[in-house]
């Protein structure tokens, strides 16, 4: 894959790892933007490669009560705003097969989400769009089996496919990071670390997932130590309040001195 066919992406450098971050779901337009016009400040003063990361819908949900989105094309209109806005790229997930031409009209990356990269139907219609693909490794799966879905994309006639790892399932609540799979995943695609679903806590007898944050930082050091190429991570000015996945979710405010710690590591580690 080469990123520099990813419409809008700018400071690239093959030294520096890129980021993919943003809410876990559009909540409005006002809260996308804020949240882009922060990151995009950060990004563009460290010299990161970002793309804007919002759901236009959210269909893996505990509980029939749990937030589901705003709409879905007022949702991404939304991200087509920050993208246009910000002269950013956008991403977001998919998850029937229907949604691909849907979102793609929309964004510039198409994600599949964990527990449905085994789906088939659904990763032939996101490759056919010609939009890059966004694998994200099923919870259940070996990093090795990752080239089964890569070559699905490549299969249905497009190159531009990346994996991101979410972490490993360990019993029923809780993910383990393999660090060991990032270089197996590197040799199929450009592989990134997703640093805060990597910290949830599934499964909850409320039906509402946890997480440990404070652990976010360890996850990404060590990402960035091993090579990984990217970081996904979502990000709210409240999380507290976010309407999904707040419990994992990195404080917008805490974000620069982070990226500014793990862009001196990536540095260091070029160096040695």
Do not use: W
């Not at 269909?59 to 937030?67: K, Q």
């Not at 994600?111 to 990269?117: D, E, G, N």
């Amino acid at each position: 894959m080469d990123l520099y066919k990813i419409p809008k992406l700018k400071n690239l450098d093959k030294n520096n790892f890129f980021l993919l971050a943003g809410p876990c779901a559009i909540e409005g337009e006002e809260m996308a933007l804020r949240i882009a016009e922060k990151i995009v400040a950060i990004t563009d003063k460290l010299k990161i490669p970002y793309i804007f990361k919002g759901s236009f819908k959210k269909a893996n949900r505990s509980r029939i009560d749990s937030f589901t989105g705003i709409g879905d094309k007022k949702a991404l209109k939304i991200l087509e705003k920050v993208g246009n806005t910000f002269d950013i790229p956008t991403v977001t997930d998919i998850h029937e097969s229907s949604d691909a031409a849907l979102a793609a009209a929309y964004v510039d990356v198409l994600q599949i989400p964990a527990f449905l990269v085994r789906q088939t139907d659904l990763v032939v219609a996101a490759a056919k769009t010609g939009k890059v693909v966004n694998l994200k490794k099923g919870q259940f799966m070996s990093a090795e089996s990752m080239k089964h879905a890569v070559k699905k994309v490549q299969d249905s006639g497009n190159d531009q496919a990346m994996i991101t790892d979410r972490g490993t399932m360990f019993g029923y609540q809780d993910m383990v990071v393999d660090f060991r799979g990032i270089p197996v995943m590197q040799q199929y695609a450009p592989t990134i670390l997703d640093i805060t679903h990597s910290l949830q806590q599934p499964n909850q007898a409320s039906g509402v997932t946890g997480g440990k944050p404070e652990l976010i930082e360890t996850i990404a050091r060590a990402g960035i130590a091993v090579g990984v190429d990217g970081l996904f991570l979502e990000t709210h000015f409240d999380p507290a309040h976010a309407k999904s996945d707040g419990a994992n979710m990195l404080h917008l405010d805490h974000l620069e001195d982070l990226m500014t710690k793990l862009v001196a590591i990536r540095k260091t580690v070029n160096e040695l």
